[in-house]
């Protein structure tokens, strides 16, 4: 057991969850008195409040006399229970503080109470867990094949309650898309990775039950190790406001300061000499009576302090509040549904916003794809310059499995595809019914898609309206209707999308018996595998810069024809790479996929319109006139968010992307600030100095973003560069990753910062 622990030391799978096994993990549940905190596993409880029943009081007053002028008031307070130096009476001074302390309190916990209510909606979902059986979701998660066929049996129940496996696993961390880790069971060792894991908060589809594994609980759960702390948030014009505030106190201070010294003066020169005034005197020490009138002083002109302000600001949010909820102009027509301020103590920093940091799906796009292009065998179909509502429906009436879903107009297409007269074409629809992940259902006898992305959605439904229905999806199968004729394909293998790979294939065996290897994924990758001397690739190349120009965003679609012999080969290698340590296995199975992607041959181009919100162009252009920054955090492909950037005018045509290489070798320059007037101009940026300014977006990247931590120094070049660009693009970048960029921008510069999302994973960067 020793030289198990070791190893698994070793290999960073230190988190130990064993199944049915209540009394282990009760043992180390995570607990807490005070400051004193033990315990290893968390339980599964959501806390994103910040006060009990307990903790308000302090808390609130805690946080309220951060306020300089509350911690003034509250040492006049203390100053008047003095009576040797008390001026005026005890409740001048008290009754405003408390008015202010309760009306800031009881505004903190109505939006306290709020959190508590999401709270307990979020504690009715799931925490990170382990597939153990069943079918997949629209993420295509997948049980292993051995918990698969030996857990499903009738009841369930039984045999679920006779689990026994151990995982061990990499401690709770907020990486949302990698998971490492073992399932120790039966004396077998099973490799886990993250499609074996259900997160937090997932909504199943098309299947009716799920058996899991708890692994990570409440706070230890990935989507929570994504939230950072909730952080108090201060306007600019209260940090103004305590300035002045301190500036006030100074100058109080100075005044009573001077006039306790006249007193002393006075007491000193005069009081001698006049019996009556002599009598005034404190122990007939002037210095003594100095120093009690200096505090008098302090207590007496303590009504200067702007404590009626404090009480006007609170006031002036809660009103402006209800106005922005008011305004008809800020109402959703579509719902009925006016503007909402969630937070009542930020609405005047909406006139002084510097940065403007973004999420880009569901807030400047609809998230609602339209198959609007393509180009098959170099031949272009469909026309993008038309809008999608103008466009002539096709007679799609021959097809009973259409529904209306093609913003595409494509007589000649139908006609080919009908006709059987171009192979290539009706290859690459078989490729758009087969290559993906999506999930298919019937409902009220209509055939529905559950996809994980946009895209995929868009692309079955195009090979849908067609004629290329994908009907189902199993184990070991995809069942799809060719122009009436229902084919099994036999599932050999997935490739899966990953940032990094930018494609992803699908190997499958024929009915007729022959092994195909179906790839989409990004021009740049798929054309660097295709075979040598590839037809149609010139005018295919040709039609990807015209998709381009129109903002439409675009992927490759190739095949490849694989050996038997070549198959089994490739099979038995990857088998083998299950039995390698889990941190090896990522590079092997990349070198594997990587060998098999080759040798394709191209079939032709999809071109794809995202629709962004209404009225998002012209905001983004008019935000861009007004001086302020503009950057756009997604976690979609590089490509993608490029694309969108020039359709909501976020870029123009001419920009010039500072990205990859360039920037790198920018933020690695001996001379940090590379444009900065303190810095000596590189070759590298001084090539286009006269319109760099206006012309050039920085594309940064998670996995650049990464390096910021290795080196600090990069965070403070990395800014100074972004303010002299036109705008920034941050792509495949996480949650936590976001909070990271929020948290740059406001170290980095002193512009008030707005964080814009739609979505959970937006929370962080709010925050």
């Known amino acids: 057991m020793a030289k198990e622990g070791v190893q698994n030391a070793k290999s960073g799978l230190t988190w130990e969850v064993r199944a049915n096994s209540h009394h282990y993990h009760k043992h180390k549940q995570k607990r807490s008195f005070l400051v004193f905190r033990w315990g290893r596993y968390a339980d599964n409880v959501v806390r994103s409040y910040k006060y009990s029943l307990l903790t308000f009081l302090p808390l609130t007053l805690f946080e309220q006399f951060q306020r300089a002028a509350n911690l003034y008031f509250l040492l006049m307070v203390v100053m008047q229970c003095v009576p040797v130096i008390s001026s005026i009476p ?5 009754i405003p503080l408390l008015i202010v302390l309760s009306v800031r309190g009881l505004k903190d916990l109505a939006n306290d109470l709020a959190r508590r209510r999401s709270d307990s909606q979020i504690n009715s979902r799931p925490c990170d867990v382990l597939v153990s059986q069943r079918e997949t979701n629209l993420k295509y998660r997948q049980a292993l094949a051995a918990t698969h066929s030996e857990l499903t049996s009738e009841p369930p129940e039984k045999t679920l309650a006779a689990f026994d496996g151990t995982v061990l696993c990499e401690e709770p961390n907020n990486r949302l898309y990698t998971f490492r880790g ?11 990775d993250n499609e074996h894991i259900l997160l937090r908060g997932t909504v199943l589809r098309n299947t009716e039950t799920a058996y899991g594994m708890a692994i990570y609980t409440g706070a230890d759960s990935k989507i929570l190790r994504n939230c950072g702390k909730l952080r108090v948030k201060t306007t600019h014009i209260e940090k103004v406001l305590n300035r002045v505030v301190i500036g006030i106190v100074l100058f109080l201070l100075l005044t009573a300061l001077l006039l306790a010294v006249g007193s002393g003066v006075f007491e000193s020169r005069m009081s001698p000499h006049i019996e009556v005034l002599s009598a005034l005197m404190v122990d007939g020490n002037p210095v003594y009576t100095a120093f009690l009138t200096f505090w008098s002083y302090v207590i007496l002109l303590s009504p200067a302090m702007p404590m009626a302000l404090y009480i006007t600001f609170e006031v002036i949010h809660v009103v402006h509040s209800l106005f922005i909820g008011w305004d008809i102009e800020m109402r959703w027509d579509q719902k009925d549904s006016p503007a909402q301020a969630r937070n009542t103590s930020l609405n005047e920093e909406l006139g002084q916003v510097g940065h403007l940091l973004s999420d880009k799906t ?8 339209l198959f609007r292009q393509c180009c098959i065998a170099g031949e272009i179909y469909g026309d993008a310059s038309v809008s999608a509502e103008e466009i002539e429906p096709m007679d799609l009436s021959w097809n009973p499995l259409a529904c209306g879903g093609l913003f595409m107009s494509a007589p000649r297409l139908v006609e080919r595809l009908r006709g059987q007269q171009c192979p290539n074409s009706r290859q690459f629809f078989t490729a758009l019914a087969l290559c993906h992940t999506v999930m298919a259902e019937w409902r009220n006898e209509a055939l529905a898609y559950q996809a994980a992305s946009p895209d995929e959605e868009a ?3 195009a090979a849908r309206e067609l004629g290329w229905v994908f009907f189902a999806r199993r184990r070991d199968s995809v069942t799809i209707c060719e122009l009436g004729v229902t084919k099994e394909y036999q599932l050999l293998a997935l490739l899966d999308f990953t940032s990094k790979r930018r494609r992803m294939s699908i190997l499958v065996r024929e009915p007729e018996g022959g092994i195909k290897l179906f790839c989409k994924g990004a021009d740049i990758v798929i054309l660097e595998r295709l075979q040598r001397d590839c037809p149609y690739q010139d005018s295919t190349e040709r039609a990807l810069e015209s998709f381009a120009q129109a903002c439409l965003r675009t992927l490759c679609v190739a095949v ?22 889990t941190c090896e296995r990522d590079s092997l199975l990349e070198e594997l996929y990587d060998d098999m992607e080759r040798e394709l041959q191209l079939l032709g181009v999809t071109a794809i319109e995202d629709r962004l919100q209404e009225g998002v162009p012209e905001t983004v252009s008019m935000l861009r006139r007004a001086g302020l920054k503009v950057w756009v955090l997604t976690g979609d492909k590089k490509e993608t968010a490029v694309n969108i950037g020039y359709s909501c005018k976020l870029l123009d045509p001419d920009t010039r992307l500072l990205e990859g290489q360039e920037l790198r070798q920018i933020l690695q320059s001996p001379d940090p600030g590379v444009i900065l007037s303190k810095a000596r101009q590189t070759e590298l940026w001084y090539v286009d100095k006269k319109t760099t300014e206006e012309k050039t977006a920085l594309v940064l990247t998670g996995p650049e973003l990464e390096e910021f931590d290795r080196r600090p120094e990069w965070g403070a070049r990395f800014m100074s560069l972004a303010g002299r660009c036109q705008s920034v693009l941050c792509c495949r970048v996480t949650p936590g990753q976001k909070a990271d960029i929020v948290t740059l921008v406001r170290k980095h510069t002193s512009s008030v910062t707005m964080a814009i999302g739609d979505g959970a994973n937006d929370v962080n960067m709010i925050k």
């Not at 490739?570 to 039995?579: K, Y």
């Open 560 to 581: 490849r024809s694989v050996p038997e012999t070549l198959w089994e080969r490739w099979r038995n290698t990857l088998a083998g790479s299950a039995d390698a340590m």
């Open 459 to 461: 692309l079955v439904g």
């Open 362 to 369: 569901g807030t400047l796009t609809q998230n609602r794809l």
């Open 90 to 94: 005890w409740y001048t001074n008290t």
């Open 182 to 192: 073992e399932l120790h069971w039966r004396g077998e060792q099973l490799l886990l």
